[in-house]
Structure formats: structure tokens, C-alpha cells
């Protein structure tokens, strides 16, 4: 049973591997929209900072383990959990949730792998419409940006970038960490747990 998961997590990191490398250049499709806002990076709805590319901090398992949302506004997008599965080695699996905050359904789930220490790639495949994405996670210092940004853990400022698998355009988001506690729907406290 052991040698299955190990074989299982193996292909599931190759596939990742392989589908990011093999996938052209293409428009998003209308229906990737679910996952993708408009706009390139929102702090507070309609205030649009540039991120600053370059200046990555590295990103480590213990910051991203646990729940997040997607900070557009205040008005939660998306709710997500990151989970260690396997630390062991060189294959480092981080598997993902993406759970909707009002009906605290499961939109979609996968897997990410930390290639180098400043980023985290990874593929997630929407429930509902059955698309594939591609998700970088990048960690920033809050001093970085050229306007004040609210971090989103420990003086850091944690993006998510995502992109239909078919596509390199990313759409840029702020994520905020959040305690599963704090949240009143019973469901969403314990898909979140």
C-alpha cells in the first residue's frame, strides 16, 4: 500500500511536471473566468499595485500549511487549504483544496510541489467545469511593493497566480490567512480544519 502512494504521488508530480511544460500559449476560455478576476493585483477593490517581481522571499511548508482565502475587497473569492501529504525526500507534495465560501462546496483540488525555495507550482482541477490550472505561490516581503500593502502573515504578503493550463497569462491574487475558528458556517469551519 505504501509503494501505491509513493507511485501514485510520483505520477501525479510528473503529470504536473509534464502538463506545465507541453501546454501552449492560449486566450482563457470564458468559462476559466470562475477562478480569474479582471484585474492584474486588487488590495482593496479598485486600488491596483504592481507586484514586485524579483524581490520573492522564499516561501516554506509551515507558512503555507492551513487555510486562506483569496483577498479581493472583503468579500472572500475563495477559500483554500494547503496540506502537507509528503515532506520525505525530494518529492515534496502540498495538496490543495478550493472550497466556496458561501455553500462551503469544494470547487476544486490538487497538488503543488516546492521546485525551488521562492516558488511553489501547482495544477488544480475546478469540480464543477472539470478545467485544469496552473497556480504559483509566491511569498513577498510587505515593504516590497511600492504602496502599503496589508500582509498576510507575519509581515509577508503570500500571492496566488493562476492561469487556465491552456494559457501563461496570470491573473494575480493577494491571500490572507484565515482561522477556521472565526468562521460561523459549521461546514466551511470544518472543510477549513
Known amino acids: 500500500m505504501n509503494y501505491l502512494t509513493k507511485s501514485i504521488k510520483r505520477i501525479?508530480?510528473?503529470?504536473?511536471?509534464?502538463?506545465?511544460?507541453?501546454?501552449?500559449v492560449a486566450a482563457s476560455s470564458p468559462s476559466s473566468t470562475q477562478l480569474i478576476s479582471k484585474n492584474d493585483y486588487l488590495v482593496d477593490g479598485d486600488s491596483f499595485i504592481p507586484i514586485p517581481w524579483g524581490k520573492e522571499a522564499p516561501i516554506s511548508w509551515i507558512l503555507l500549511s492551513g487555510s486562506w482565502m483569496l483577498r479581493q475587497g472583503t468579500t472572500p473569492t475563495s477559500y483554500f487549504t494547503f496540506k502537507v501529504i509528503n515532506q520525505n525526500g525530494t518529492n515534496k507534495v502540498l495538496q490543495i483544496l478550493q472550497i466556496e465560501p458561501k455553500t462551503c462546496t469544494i470547487m476544486g483540488s490538487g497538488v503543488g510541489s516546492l521546485s525551488t525555495s521562492k516558488v511553489i507550482y501547482a495544477t488544480l482541477r475546478n469540480s464543477q467545469n472539470r478545467e485544469v490550472y496552473r497556480l504559483n505561490l509566491r511569498n513577498f516581503a510587505a515593504s516590497s511593493f511600492v504602496k502599503k500593502v496589508p500582509a498576510s502573515y507575519e509581515g509577508t504578503v503570500?500571492?496566488?497566480?493562476?492561469a487556465p493550463i491552456s494559457s501563461y497569462a496570470f491573473t494575480h491574487f493577494s491571500m490572507a490567512r484565515v482561522?477556521?475558528?472565526t468562521i460561523p458556517n459549521a461546514t466551511c469551519r470544518a472543510r477549513l480544519q
Open 179 to 181: 482561522n477556521p475558528n
Open 12 to 24: 501525479l508530480i510528473a503529470v504536473m511536471i509534464l502538463s506545465g511544460m507541453t501546454a501552449s
Open 158 to 162: 503570500v500571492m496566488m497566480s493562476v
